[in-house]
């Protein structure tokens, strides 16, 4: 068990529909990372936060948004949804931000959308 | 973009056999990890590699940041049934304000009893 919960664990829906997903960090750390990975395209980088603020921006859609709350939970949400976003998304986190700074990866959420 | 090429794409051995899977970049990386994914989990940390030349042992598995600082390999001896899943390697670079990882696509390993 990695520390980091992932929730829901899968996700079925519509094209045109938008989804939440949410993650919960390890205890202690600051810093919250979005993966997407697909067959095609593997694991790519989408978006990171630390201690409530964007830090970095990866191969983001504009129709995805994320944000971190005060307590450091973190939501992905994806909207106007396309067959093509089904996937399984992964959030990790670490102590801060720099490198050398071990991410930790939940579970992941498969989504797929119909 | 970077990108990293990760080999072999697939491998089917025997358990006891050694296995090497290997990873190079176009450019280069301050940080290698190695990650293994299970079906229906996350990826989980092997081994990370902070210095060039770096040669890293977690147990069966031995990893090495190379010299040019652009690609990296891991080896694990002796396989057994549990080794099965998905190896990534991963590279990190340090400056800017974007410390992301960068994933290889994965080599996915099934072990014969």
């Known amino acids: 068990d990695s520390g980091v919960t992932q929730t829901p664990k899968h996700l079925i829906t519509a094209t045109g529909q938008r989804v939440t997903l949410r993650c919960s960090p390890r205890s202690g750390d600051l810093s919250v990372y979005w993966y997407q990975q697909s067959l095609d395209q593997g694991l790519q980088f989408l978006i990171q936060y630390y201690n409530g603020e964007e830090r970095a921006k990866g191969n983001i859609l504009e129709r995805f948004s994320a944000q971190q709350f005060p307590d450091l939970h973190s939501e992905l949400n994806l909207s106007s949804l396309e067959l093509g976003d089904s996937a399984l998304y992964f959030c990790?986190?670490?102590?801060?931000?720099?490198?050398?700074?071990?991410?930790?990866f939940g579970a992941g959420t498969r989504l797929s959308v119909l | 973009g970077q990108q990293l090429n990760q080999s072999p794409q697939s491998m089917f051995i025997q358990e006891g056999e050694d296995v090497s899977m290997n990873c190079t970049s176009s450019?280069?990386?301050?940080?290698w990890l190695w990650y293994k994914q299970d079906p229906g989990e996350g990826p989980v940390l092997l081994i990370a590699?902070?210095?060039?030349?770096e040669l890293t042992s977690n147990g069966r598995l031995t990893a090495q940041f190379g010299i040019t600082r652009k690609d990296s390999f891991l080896n694990i001896s002796a396989s057994i049934p549990s080794d099965v899943g998905i190896y990534f390697c991963a590279g990190q670079l340090t400056g800017g304000s974007n410390y992301k990882l960068t994933f290889g696509k994965g080599t996915l390993l099934t072990v014969n009893p």
């Open positions: 990790a986190s670490s102590v801060g931000f720099l490198a050398g700074n071990i991410q930790y």
């Open positions: 590699l902070y210095k060039a030349g």
């Open positions: 450019s280069i990386f301050n940080t």
